[in-house]
């Protein structure tokens, strides 16, 4: 069974801070990784996704790949209170695979 | 432009009574999928649709749940003789690409009572 695991928090950070933010996978054979950001009572929001080994950056975002650790994580570089959220990780397995397997998500807190 | 479109957007309904949730995805999105969210839970894939191909519907947790996608463009998930386990968000998502969800409504509260 696949399976996405994320710490559940919260995670508190004060503003200005990094947050970092972690996901471990258990199919090997998974090939695309994404990040989503829900607020409270609100529906998910893509915000990165990754494909190969090592950094990816977006703005105050950067996704960080390790397929042989089979870990993934996310980074936000001046943390704001408006971040403060639900962060999912997702991974799906193969090329075409369309089925995400989610992880429960981490709460992430940024105290002003 | 429009996002993802879900209605009703919250239900509350007798244990035992059949409920419909619509969704109608971003104009030429023609990839659609179901996911459900129960309190504390990560999202839980039900059903994909993608064109005209028969969708996949290995998602589905029982044969009370069955979903159609008229045209496709708008769809409907229809729960039978609804029970207290299926109260949860059901969200809808659409997008171009067939690699998994991008833009997601903002989703239909169910609670069963």
């Known amino acids: 069974q696949k399976e996405v695991e994320q710490n559940s928090g919260p995670l508190s950070v004060p503003e200005g801070a990094i947050a970092s933010l972690n996901c471990t996978y258990s199919d090997r054979g998974s090939q695309s990784f994404f990040w989503y950001r829900q607020y409270s009572g609100k529906s998910p929001e893509l915000i990165m996704s990754?494909?190969?080994?090592g950094d990816k950056e977006d703005g105050r975002f950067t996704a960080q790949l390790n397929k042989a650790s089979q870990y993934v994580s996310l980074l936000i570089r001046d943390s704001q209170p408006s971040d403060s959220a639900t962060y999912l990780c997702?991974?799906?397995?193969?090329?075409?695979?369309?089925?995400?397997?989610f992880g429960k998500g981490t709460k992430l807190s940024v105290i002003p | 432009g429009a996002g993802v479109s879900q209605s009703p957007s919250n239900k509350v309904t007798e244990k035992g009574k059949d409920v419909e949730l619509r969704c109608d995805p971003i104009s030429g999105h023609t990839a659609l999928y179901w996911y459900r969210q129960s309190l504390g839970q990560g999202l839980e894939f039900l059903i994909y649709?993608?064109?005209?191909?028969?969708?996949?519907k290995s998602g589905l947790p029982s044969d009370r749940f069955s979903a159609e996608r008229t045209g496709g463009s708008v769809s409907t998930l229809t729960i039978q003789r609804t029970q207290q386990e299926d109260s949860a968000v059901y969200l809808c998502?659409?997008?171009?690409?067939?690699?998994?969800?991008?833009?997601f409504g903002e989703g239909s509260w169910l609670t069963v009572v």
């Open positions: 998502a659409s997008s171009l690409e067939s690699w998994g969800p991008k833009d």
């Open positions: 990754i494909y190969s080994n």
């Open positions: 997702a991974v799906n397995s193969g090329a075409g695979s369309y089925q995400l397997t």
């Open positions: 649709f993608q064109g005209n191909s028969a969708p996949d």
